[in-house]
């Protein structure tokens, strides 16, 4: 593929790019591409490239700049402006956000001065529903984060024995985020002239429901946000839980390739120029993409399995499997085919032998027994071990530790399967995915550096912008049946700096969240928004609100009050287990 070249690089590759025999040649080849520096497209245009796991792009202007997303943190953020602007020093007069993901929005504060936004000399545009995708669910409380650790391989070492690169580009940083929301909104499309420079933002629903597309038709420059996700196959279904729509995203590329660019800038990876390259590139990557949804779906119909499917459909056609931008280091056909099951079907696969399967540690004490016993069980292991059978090795002893957890030859022995199944993985994302999950069999992973990372990766601008009706659905997800057995009782809150007023109704089994505070209520709590805010997510106790007299009640109700914050699970308890199961 054409690839632009770089203006310049900085020497720099925040990726592992050496060789290493625990490291697949092809992988090692994929961070290669990762270099750090800034590449020209056009006469205009600047795109940064390697300063995060995303992209970050400088339009120039008559009069001033346009950014195009902001990276992931403001350290990385500030990096690429600084090296941007050995281009032009010109003034920024807009920033648009291709879509509400953080690694694209987290770095806006280390760009932006909130002064010149205030004054309207800066204007920051994105869909109308990028501030829905950036609250998310916060109902799942910390399991999304946790499985984002290990996709990414939080608190491993860079190198031969741990994480290499992200799929999509450098692995994540952790640092200071900060997050500035947009002042002009649309759906559909959008036309404007910012310094000069004419361009249509195009919504493109793919890999989030808020992607936009942005078009600069005086340059014939296409930059396509994710829908195109770089050098790499689209993550149809990503294995931290995030569930595509195959075809809307095939349609999405579709409604690209109508611009027949000259230049094409994604989100991740390097720039292309040459109209018929970049047409062949999205027809390669929407055929890509309709292959893996038609042919799970042609197989569907013949009765296959999510494990058969897998099994029938382990990747591209040769037509596409060599195509540089359709590697398997992000996306792979084998996780989207199983996915596109449960999409069409659910979780039944029609034996009903598992309608109502025996518990989990109950069945595999059954099978260990079955199978001669513990010491039979991990003695077939460490032959399959031996022979290079890690897979068949992880099976065999996960059995043993659902039904005895502390068994600690099969934590051993299963870590180093799991470590050897990392080390032949080309996709990175399954790699730190069997390297993370080898330190939780073993022991080994920090929880609490993990759990601190977590938390630093909370975006404090967001957390304070998320609706308060979204943070009362959350606890009410975390209503406890037991302790609210026999509990009938309505709580109304006041906010004295806004006004607003909000209610819950809990009943055994079930709290239904109120839009105003009901007259009837058995207590009302009066208090500002930023600290009820704190009470739903476990920021703020409710004994320290109350002593800090930061929440008001009437008199003869604190008992009611103190009940009713004790039917609720806290939100921020021990990291789950992902890998001990």
Known sequence: MPIVGPKFLTGQNLAFDRPADLIPARLTEHASRMKQGVYQVAD????????????????????????????????GARQALS??????DKPVRALVYTHSHPDHTSGARALVDPAALEAGRVEIYAHERLMAGMYGNPSYG???????????????????????????????????????????????????????????????PSESDDELAIWFPDHRVLHVADVVQGETLANLYALRGAVRDP????????????????????????????????????????????????????LLARGLTPDELAEAIPELPPRLRAHPWLGEFYGTVRQTVRQQYFNSFGWFEGDPTFLAPLPRAQR??????????????????????????????AELLTHILRADPDHATAKELKAHALRQLGYQATNPIWRNNY?????????????????????????????AAVPIPVLLRALATRLDPVKCD???????????????AFGIAVRPGVAEILTEAPASAAATITTTEPVLRGLLTGRVSWPRAVADRAALLEPGVAEVAARFWSVFDPPNGDLPALACR
């Open 44 to 75: 205009s245009f600047y795109v940064a490239v390697g300063y995060g796991i995303a992209n970050m792009t400088m339009v120039v202007g008559s009069d001033g700049v346009i950014l195009i997303d902001s990276l992931d943190i403001e350290d």
């Open 83 to 88: 090296d941007l602007r050995r281009v032009s």
């Open 142 to 204: 910390v399991v999304p984060p946790l499985r984002l650790a290990y996709t990414f391989g939080f608190t491993l070492d860079q190198g031969p024995e741990g994480w290499v690169e992200a799929g999509l580009g450098p692995p994540h940083r952790a640092g200071k985020t900060g997050f500035l929301p947009p002042t002009k909104t649309f759906r559909g499309s959008l036309d404007v002239t910012v310094a000069g420079i004419r361009m249509r933002l195009q919504e493109a």
């Open 247 to 298: 075809l809307q995203w095939v349609r999405a590329v579709d409604l690209l390739r109508q611009f027949d660019a000259e230049f094409f800038i994604a989100g991740h990876g390097r720039p292309l120029a040459g109209r018929e390259e970049i047409r062949e590139l999205l027809l390669s990557y929407r055929d890509a993409l309709q292959y893996i949804h038609d042919q799970a779906v042609r």
């Open 364 to 393: 595999s004490a059954r099978y260990v027994a079955a199978m001669g016993g513990p010491d039979a069980v991990v003695a077939n292991a460490t032959q399959a071990h031996a022979d290079g059978q890690f897979q068949w090795a």
């Open 435 to 463: 390297l993370m999950a080898a330190k939780e069999v073993d022991g080994t992973l920090d929880r609490a550096k993990l759990l601190g990372m977590l938390r630093q990766m909370g975006n404090p601008d967001v957390a």
């Open 486 to 500: 026999g509990v009938w009782l309505t709580v109304g809150f006041r906010c004295s700096d806004t006004g607003a």
